[in-house]
């Protein structure tokens, strides 16, 4: 089946991605990598009028750390995380739990943040950063 047809639009700051979604309510989409909402789509399960392409905001890629916490962009995908690229103080944790999500070629595109906004029962990121104490 194909999607339904839908307005893109492609921000270019935080700011605006924030105004454009929240201009259309319940009727407008979120799409970084697409493994969650690409299926909903073309199934028609999901029906926005807008979808807006947060991929390209590189801030929500960003990796911070300090003595106290990390940070993890919500665009940072499972595969970042699966290498190594953010700062490991949880014995492994978060490195074995992408490891174990879907196959690579997921990995490669699927974000933690879209993970954890898809709030399905059944994925692995809520459980693991409910279990850290994540904010």
Known sequence: MKA???DYAVPKSIAEATALLGSNGAATAAIAGGQSLLPMLNLRVALPDLVVDLGRLEELKEIAATRTNIRVGALT????????????????LMQKVASKISYRAVRNHGTIGGSVALADPAADWPGCLLA???Q
């Open 4 to 6: 339904a047809a839908f």
């Open 77 to 92: 995908t499972h595969a970042a995380i699966e290498d190594g690229k953010l700062p490991e103080a949880f014995g492994g």
């Open 132 to 134: 850290l104490g994540a």
